[in-house]
């Protein structure tokens, strides 16, 4: 009979990772204090179109056409802020203008005049025009937050049910410092905060529960294999088992991003990073605030009991 073989990188490990917790959760609360500074510092988040109200125009030109010389075309009718990306190695362009006061249908018209003006002798096609108003993008916004704060309460309902409350607390305080500190690093950039990114840090919230959720199984069978073991040792022997297939999962899926990020074009970039830097700090609190946690909270509860 065949036994089945397990590729692993790392074998036999015996780190003592709760010996380190103190300093992982000072590191921690230290990451988010950073966060929270940065968005404060920014003046609030980077809010794209989707949310602060604005228009997007898609372009395409027949010939070579720098951003320069589209942001000298836009100047004068005041928009040569706008953000301007290329799209591939053609000659297609994204236009995003935030504008919350004028006619936003009438501001697509004035675009395309001051295009044509400015760039004389290139013809030009329009490809796409959307258009977000301000109330839409309050909208949106609701909508954003309320999807965020749902998927950390089903989460949290899942484990407990799963689990117990002890490990649902610990998954849902790892999701909370994984979200924050994910926009921190948004906001440090000055990236700009879209419909893409509220994707990106919904899969990066999935990802990383699902990551806490495999240590999370191994504490609970080695529970049941080591009643008599010391929950400390429990959660040291299941982390140092899981690790192996924690780091190839996760530079597997880093390398990925990595590609993402800088083959992928200036479209899907901020996405790319979006999940880049959610994917290393999901990793690290599942091994380093989740599972910590736990114990934190079994150790409150036997000190309260005690009184």
Do not use: C
Request: no cysteine; hydrophobic share 50%; charged share 20%.
């Amino acid at each position: 009979m065949k036994t089945a073989m397990h590729f692993q990188i790392i074998k036999d490990t015996n780190i003592n990772f709760v010996k380190f917790m103190k300093y992982s959760l000072g590191i921690s609360l230290l990451a988010i204090l950073i966060s929270l500074s940065a968005v404060l510092w920014r003046g609030g988040l980077n809010l794209g179109i989707d949310f602060a109200g604005g228009i997007l125009v898609q372009v395409k030109f027949a010939k070579e056409v720098s951003v320069n010389e589209m942001r000298s075309a836009l100047q004068p009718i005041g928009y040569d802020h706008a953000t301007i990306q290329k799209l591939g190695e053609e000659e297609e362009f994204v236009i995003r203008i935030k504008e919350e006061s004028h006619a936003l249908k009438d501001l697509a018209n004035i675009l395309t005049g001051a295009l044509e003006a400015g760039i004389v002798g290139n013809n030009f096609e329009i490809r796409r025009v959307e258009v977000v108003g301000p109330k839409v993008g309050k909208t949106l916004i609701n909508k954003a937050l309320w999807a965020v704060v749902l998927s950390w309460l089903g989460i949290l309902a899942y484990i407990a049910l799963r689990f117990e409350f002890r490990f649902g607390l610990g998954g849902i305080v790892a999701l909370v410092h994984d979200t924050i500190i994910t926009i921190g690093a948004l906001s440090l950039l000055n990236k700009e905060f879209d419909l893409t990114i509220v994707a990106a840090l919904l899969t990066v919230i999935g990802y990383s529960i699902n990551d806490t959720i495999i240590i999370f199984d191994r504490i609970r069978e080695n529970m049941a294999k080591n009643g008599k073991m010391p929950l400390v040792d429990i959660v040291n022997k299941s982390i140092n088992e899981t690790l192996s297939r924690t780091i190839i999962v996760s530079l597997t899926v880093i390398i990925v991003l990595v590609s993402l990020f800088f083959l992928g074009g200036t479209i899907i970039n901020n996405f790319a990073y979006t999940l880049i830097v959610g994917v290393i700090v999901g990793t690290y609190s599942s091994i380093f605030v989740a599972s910590p946690l736990v114990l934190v909270w079994e150790g409150f509860k036997n000190r309260k009991g005690k009184k």
